[in-house]
């Protein structure tokens, strides 16, 4: 059974970069076939997808977030991160990790909130 | 960008009676369709895929049909732990990929 851990700060200052990481047991991400990916909810809200990557380090992401946007991953340590600079509290958000296969997301990690605040 | 739009919004039924929700997407996402359940302070999760195949593990009472641009769950008979909030999401344009605005099931 693949779960998915996400990790990272609650609490980011604005201006500054948010930074999650994503640990993943029950299976191995550079197995190949499968994608990583990050989604987030504001709170009551929709979801939104961020963006991807594959174990290769391929990646590709939502184009309204694509400025601010870096996801890498580390298969040594079976983990994948998110970083996303110069937020603000429209940033604040439940972020979740899940992997995606080629469209639908089958396993997702618990979520984890961020929040952008001074 | 492909929008969903869900109907309705809040849809209110009792248990054990049949609740059948909306997706609608701007342009065809042919099969390309996904539904996800989210109780409150969970993750989503998978139910429907190529929208009409249940994800592993669930009951066959969820079932999703259409394509194209309509897109319709149907749960058979609620069950108290069905009430939750339902979620469509495109692939179609995958590795994009975009949500609905979501239906909430409550108690009638």
């Known amino acids: 059974q693949v779960q998915l851990q996400e990790s990272g700060p609650g609490l980011v200052k604005p201006s500054q970069t948010l930074s999650l990481t994503c640990t993943v047991s029950?299976?191995?991400?550079?197995?190949?076939?499968?994608?990583w990916s990050w989604i987030r909810q504001h709170p009551g809200k929709g979801l939104e997808w961020i963006g991807y990557?594959?174990?290769?380090?391929?990646?590709y992401y939502n184009p309204s977030l694509k400025s601010r946007v870096t996801i890498s991953v580390d298969t040594s340590k079976n983990q994948f991160s998110l970083k996303l600079s110069s937020v603000t509290a429209a940033d604040t958000a439940v972020y979740y990790c899940?992997?995606?296969?080629?469209?639908?997301?089958?396993?997702w990690g618990q979520g984890t909130l961020v929040t952008v605040s001074s | 960008e492909i929008v969903m739009t869900q109907s309705p919004a809040t849809l209110s039924v009792s248990p054990g009676e049949r609740a059948t929700l909306s997706c609608r997407a701007s342009q065809s996402v042919s099969s390309n369709l996904a539904w996800y359940q989210q109780k409150p302070g969970q993750a989503p999760r998978l139910l429907i895929y190529g929208a009409s195949t249940r994800a592993t593990g669930i009951p066959a009472r969820f079932s999703g049909s259409g394509s194209g641009t309509e897109f319709t769950l149907t749960i058979s008979s609620l069950q108290s732990e069905d009430f939750a909030v339902y979620y469509c999401?495109?692939?179609?344009?995958?590795?994009?990929?975009?949500f609905g605005g979501g239906t909430k099931v409550e108690i009638k």
């Open positions: 990557i594959y174990y290769s380090g391929s990646t």
């Open positions: 029950g299976g191995s991400i550079s197995s190949g076939g499968y994608y």
């Open positions: 999401q495109q692939y179609n344009n995958w590795p994009s990929l975009t």
């Open positions: 899940a992997r995606d296969q080629e469209g639908y997301l089958d396993y």
